[in-house]
């Protein structure tokens, strides 16, 4: 399995960006695919998860309303729009796939990870 990640950048506060996940190796059917952030001198934290069988969505309460996961299965591609940019929201971005139908927000529970992908919000 290999994740790829892109999509990162500089942008100003208030700004959007749209990163993308593109997977290979295996279907993706059963799994739930998630991003996550690490902003240095943190742990890595969850940010957003999707069911990839039925499309579910789950965000932690720090971008709800603010980011979007999506996927589109023809193209095995996982996305996260992001607006309403924040300088907090300064990370390394990476994302990740979990053998799992449950979403777990903790990065053990994942199996495989992308390189990540750095975004960076001016204010």
């Known amino acids: 399995v290999q994740l790829q990640a892109s999509g990162g950048g500089l942008v100003q506060a208030g700004d959007s960006l749209r990163l993308s996940c593109a997977a290979s190796g295996r279907t993706f059917t059963g799994y739930v695919m998630s991003w996550f952030r690490q902003a240095p001198g943190k742990e890595r934290e969850f940010v957003a998860a999707?069911?990839?069988?039925?499309?579910?969505?789950y965000y932690a309460d720090s971008v709800k309303g603010r980011f979007t996961i999506s996927r589109d299965t023809a193209k095995s591609t996982v996305y996260l729009q992001m607006n309403s940019l924040k300088p907090g929201d300064t990370a390394v971005y990476y994302c990740?796939?979990?053998?799992?139908?449950?979403?777990?927000?903790?990065?053990?529970?994942?199996?495989?990870w992308g390189q990540g992908t750095q975004v960076t919000v001016s204010s």
């Open positions: 990740a796939a979990d053998r799992t139908w449950n979403v777990h927000t903790s990065t053990r529970s994942y199996d495989y």
């Open positions: 999707i069911r990839w069988s039925d499309g579910s969505t």
